[in-house]
């Protein structure tokens, strides 16, 4: 089954500056990536995704980059918020069947510093 | 996107009872799937609820302990049974509205066992 990776666990950044969160998945056959940010006691929500056909998407601060020879995608917040402070999870979906089911990294908490 | 409510929030419960967690989507979906966090970590999938069937359970997760109903394209329910300390975590219904679109949480259920 797929494996997905997440490095590092934690990350603080300045605010104002970047932050790039890198993940890793094992099967070639996955073909959708999104990325979910979960805040304190609240549920996951989707913030950007990107499919196997697209190698770049963006949308305003947040942008993801896909690499699928080496088989890894990132997330990349620029002019980072406080309120960017969260967990991020980024997950793969591998085909099933009629069917496709996510498989979540470990996630990785992001710390905007004031 | 659909509104997905879960119930209850939360709930503390005696090792050994059985606990119903409802999730109820305002519009009809495709998919639907259970997941568990457990405190700190990332999300595991329990199973996908198939209406009208039984659901497809991961590796791990057996219906005996988790039964799972989808009765219609609107709603689902998991059970928790013979519930233990090491069941304490939070369980998140998830809905996929159309093949192919991301999927959607519900706040999910914290729940604790005594």
Not at chain 2, 2 to 11: E, G
Request: net charge negative.
């Amino acid at each position: 089954g797929e494996n997905v990776e997440q490095h590092p666990s934690t990350l603080s950044v300045q605010e104002g500056d970047s932050a790039v969160i890198k993940c890793t998945y094992s099967d070639s056959a996955s073909n959708y990536f999104p990325w979910y940010k979960q805040e304190l006691g609240k549920r996951p929500q989707l913030i950007i995704d990107i499919r196997s056909n697209v190698g770049e998407k963006k949308d305003q601060r947040i942008a993801v980059t896909l690499n699928k020879t080496a088989k890894h995608f990132s997330l990349h917040i620029t002019e980072t918020q406080p309120e960017d402070s969260a967990v991020y999870f980024c997950a793969a979906s591998s085909p099933e069947g009629a069917n496709s089911k996510l498989t979540f990294g470990k996630g990785i908490t992001l710390s905007v510093r004031p | 996107s659909a509104v997905i409510s879960q119930k209850p929030s939360r709930d503390i419960c005696q090792r050994g009872t059985s606990l119903t967690i409802q999730c109820q989507v305002d519009s009809q979906v495709t998919m639907m799937f259970w997941y568990r966090q457990q405190p700190g970590q990332s999300l595991t999938l329990i199973a996908t609820a198939n209406q009208g069937s039984e659901a497809t359970y991961e590796s791990g997760f057996v219906i005996d302990k988790f039964p799972i109903s989808r009765p219609n394209l609107t709603f689902s329910t998991l059970t928790v049974s013979n519930m233990s300390p090491e069941d304490s975590s939070i369980y998140l219904c998830s809905v996929e509205p159309f093949e192919g679109q991301p999927q959607h949480f519900g706040d999910g259920t914290r729940l604790s066992i005594l």
